[in-house]
């Protein structure tokens, strides 16, 4: 079986071309980032500034950025992509072996 880290890789590289792009965070990364005493909703745009892979740990991280706040890192999978994105589809593919991924190893 081929190694997830390197799954993750070719996805990265082609996310890595693309950056920056806009994104909206999912409710528990909104939930999250108001902790940290953000003013953030379901409707705010970050900016992905840089992708990392990470293998199976956290799988791909994006760099965030909102309006000059300070940079944070997510999972790809907790954010919302627009479909005129180039790489939309890869994208929700990722997502969504991802987060089956991580359902069954939880």
Known sequence: MEDIKEQYEDLTRQLKHVVPFTAFPIRELVQELRTQNL?????????????????????????????GDKTLACGLTHLIISGKMPLYKQIIDYQKKRIKRLKKLN
């Open 39 to 67: 003013t953030i909703t379901l409707k705010t745009e970050l900016t992905v500034v840089d992708v990392f892979n990470s293998g199976d740990i956290s799988g791909i991280l994006c760099t965030i950025e909102h309006e």
